[in-house]
C-alpha cells in the first residue's frame, strides 16, 4: 500500500476495502490490510472505511480479528471520533439490553 502513490489508485483501494469490509475486517489477513490503510493514509482519507466500520461497531470489536482495526480506530482518532465511537457503544448497549428483555 505504502506504494501506492497516485490518489486515483489510494482511493480504489480505500474503496475495493470499504466495499468488501464486512468479510476483510473479520479476517485474519484481511483486518491487516485494513489496519495498514489506516495507518498508511488516516482515518480522514479512509472515511468510506470509517462510515462501514461504525455501522457495526460493537459486532467489530468483539470479533478476534476486526477488534484489532477496532483498536488502531480509537488509537488514531481524534477527540471528535472518539465521541462518535462513544455514541455507537452506549446506543448499542441500549439496543441489546432491548433485545435481551424482549426474548
Known amino acids: 500500500m505504502s506504494l501506492a502513490t497516485d490518489q486515483a489508485q489510494i482511493d480504489n483501494i480505500i474503496n475495493i476495502l470499504a466495499d ?3 468479510v476483510t475486517i473479520q479476517s485474519p489477513y484481511g483486518n491487516y490490510a485494513i489496519t495498514t490503510a489506516l495507518e498508511t493514509w488516516g482515518l480522514d482519507r479512509c472515511e468510506p472505511i470509517m462510515i462501514k ?3 457495526n461497531f460493537c459486532q467489530y470489536a468483539m470479533h478476534k480479528f476486526s477488534s484489532n482495526v477496532i483498536e488502531k480506530c480509537v488509537e488514531r ?6 465521541n462518535e465511537f462513544k455514541n455507537i457503544i452506549f446506543d448499542g448497549d ?3 439490553m432491548k433485545m435481551l428483555l424482549r426474548s
Do not use: G, M, P
Open 20 to 22: 468488501h469490509l464486512v
Open 53 to 55: 466500520i461504525k455501522e
Open 77 to 82: 482518532a481524534d477527540s471528535v471520533v472518539v
Open 94 to 96: 441500549l439496543q441489546t
